[in-house]
């Protein structure tokens, strides 16, 4: 629930019940893994990025590539991703590339076995249409699932800075020991590889082709800010929950770009037990503006959608964010009555007063705490 000052700050109505149908439309716990690969992509340009697939059969009789939350499939994601993109005019290339990584994905993990390797690169996408000059390099390790014939992938998101295409074709090259040659981002997006074994090490290669070099003390400091950031991330979440207009909503995000980018220059100067018992009110003066361009891309979040970061990730998981659903359109996506899975068009963002009460089929009651 809310603290009584943060009710306050975003001036929901105090008699107002929550929406218990919101999980249905962003699921909270997906929702903060996606801020944190927001700001850790955005604003502290995070080197290293860990991320968990898993490859399960969920609910089905077939496996897939899945959600960790809410157990959709990442094919499906993939398909809204463009679907959405195409409703908002944008272009598709990569978001249709990453589709088909997906589905030559899940055709490899059918017969993959524990212990073999993914690899997979994702190329900066367009400048002229706002992507930074960073790319990804990604390594899955697999491994044996929770339940019979699931796979779990723990990959690494390798960022590496101002990459040429000619880099990841020699990094695939060197630890794949073959002869391989892409022209463009889209063919290593729509080219996922599972390889039984690498030739030695990765990050030794990537410090060789690209000039990577991990520095443990800014990673020590990226996870030290978001450990700081957790209770601001939370309270983001609960604004979130409290169905506030899309336009406060933006301004609270604002408040963790500015915090994350404050943090970043000054988390040895800033006296942190003063710091977090700041009110929300005072966050808000501090810390909602625009915030400064983010490093190699075309800003920070803004009301117009068509310059918005989230939609300009080199990342390819972060194609899938849960904060291109809370801010681009204005009305939530649709969703299925957990009782009987009616489907229910996605509500408007900004007037919670027309959010479906309850399910028109089996009756159900969302709007009740
Ligand atoms: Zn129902």
Not at 213 to 227: A, G
Not at 233 to 252: H, N, R, S
Request: with cysteine; charged share 25%; proline share 5%.
């Amino acid at each position: 629930m809310l603290t009584q000052e943060a009710r306050a700050a975003y001036r929901t109505q105090s008699n107002e019940a929550f929406p218990q149908n919101y999980e249905r439309k962003i699921n909270p716990l997906a929702l903060r893994d996606d801020v944190e690969s927001y700001l850790k992509e955005y604003r502290l340009q995070t080197q290293i990025n860990k991320y968990e697939l898993n490859f399960s059969f969920g609910n089905s009789e077939y496996r897939h590539l899945r959600d960790t939350y809410d157990g959709e499939t990442m094919i499906e994601k993939g398909k809204k991703a463009i679907e959405r993109r195409i409703r908002e005019g944008k272009s598709v290339n990569r978001e249709e590339a990453e589709l088909e990584g997906l589905q030559l994905l899940e055709d490899q993990l059918q017969v993959a076995r524990p212990g073999e390797v993914l690899v997979w690169a994702s190329p900066p996408g367009p400048k002229n249409e706002g992507y930074g000059n960073y790319g990804f390099f990604y390594i899955g390790n697999l491994s044996s699932g929770k339940q019979a014939g699931d796979v779990s992938l723990e990959m690494e998101a390798v960022r590496v800075e101002q990459p040429t295409i000619d880099q990841f074709n020699k990094t695939i090259q060197t630890i794949g020991g073959y002869d391989f040659h892409f022209d463009k981002a889209e063919d290593f997006l729509s080219h996922p590889l599972i390889l039984s074994e690498l030739k030695g090490d990765v990050l030794p290669v990537l410090h060789d082709v690209f000039g990577f070099s991990p520095d443990p003390s800014k990673m020590e400091r990226d996870q030290r800010i978001l450990k700081i950031m957790q209770s601001k991330i939370q309270d983001f979440i609960q604004a979130v929950k409290a169905g506030i207009p899309k336009i406060e909503l933006l301004q609270q995000f604002h408040i963790l770009e500015n915090l994350a980018d404050d943090l970043k220059v000054n988390i040895d100067k800033i006296d942190l037990t003063h710091w977090l018992t700041v009110s929300p009110e005072q966050m808000m003066i501090r810390y909602d503006h625009q915030p400064a361009f983010a490093g190699g891309s075309c800003g920070g979040s803004t009301e117009h959608n068509s310059d918005a970061p989230w939609d300009h990730s080199n990342d390819l998981f972060n194609s899938f964010s849960t904060l291109k659903e809370l801010f681009n359109g204005d009305r939530y996506p649709d969703y299925q009555c957990d009782s009987c899975g009616t489907t229910i068009h996605g509500e408007s963002k900004n007037d919670r007063s027309s959010w479906t009460p309850s399910c028109p089929k089996c009756g159900k009651v969302f709007n009740k705490c």
